[in-house]
């Protein structure tokens, strides 16, 4: 997703005069509302069927419903979603508002001069939590094959009384053998070998 390409919005707001200033200055930019709503019930399930590429959400200030269903949103189905808020917010409502996945929190309404700037801010505020997101969720990911691998050769090392890099040998060709990754092979070991109370000659092999 990259602004200023013209982006299918969904639209959350109670009061009909405002929503309607807000869909002609999206328009102006040559967006589309593809629908409005008038509040952030059920948001998830809108945004699977209308699969928007932004939501905003225009309305005095967040209450505690539009929270849960933005982090929701953002949990299962993450995309930008811009507040527009008639009047400030306190720290704690904005602390929430962007914790709940808020990627522009904007104060006085939206304003027709200044729909473009927001809508690239948020856009790429998104895309940068997103990414690192990505690479956080691999990190930890990572962290977690680690810690498996580290057991499995672990329960290697004390069911077959060898070193260190054979236990770890003797791992990797299993996997390579089935075709496991290596993380996958590992915790297929360490169920094997925590039911045994015995060491266990070949167990690498029966693991397979």
């Known amino acids: 997703m990259n602004s200023p390409e013209p982006l299918r919005i969904l639209l959350i707001d109670k009061d009909p005069e405002r929503a309607s200033q807000v869909c002609q200055a999206l328009r102006h930019e040559g967006h589309e509302v593809i629908r409005q709503r008038p509040d952030a019930t059920g948001l998830t399930a809108a945004v699977a069927r209308d699969q928007p590429d932004m939501v905003i959400i225009d ?4 209450d505690r419903d539009t929270l849960e269903n933005m982090s929701t949103l953002n949990t299962h189905a993450p995309r930008p979603i811009v507040f527009f808020a008639d009047q400030p917010g306190d720290r704690a409502t904005i602390h929430a508002a962007v914790k709940a ?3 522009a929190y904007v104060v006085d309404g939206i304003q027709p001069d200044r729909v473009r700037s927001i809508i690239d801010s948020a856009v790429a505020q ?3 939590f997103q990414a690192l997101r990505a690479e956080l969720e691999e990190t ?7 810690k498996v691998i580290e057991k499995a050769k672990g329960l ?12 770890y040998r003797m791992l990797r060709s299993s996997a390579m053998e089935h075709s496991e990754r290596l993380a996958v092979m590992a915790g297929r070991v360490i169920k094997l070998l925590e ?3 015995q ?3 070949g167990a690498i092999q029966k693991a397979s």
Request: hydrophobic share 25%; with cysteine.
């Open 59 to 62: 309305m005095d200030s967040p």
């Open 101 to 103: 996945g808020v990627s």
């Open 126 to 128: 998104f895309e940068s």
């Open 140 to 146: 930890r990911s990572a962290l977690e094959d680690r």
């Open 156 to 167: 290697i090392i004390r069911h077959e009384n060898c070193d260190e890099e054979t236990a």
């Open 195 to 197: 039911r045994r109370s």
């Open 199 to 201: 060491g266990s000659v």
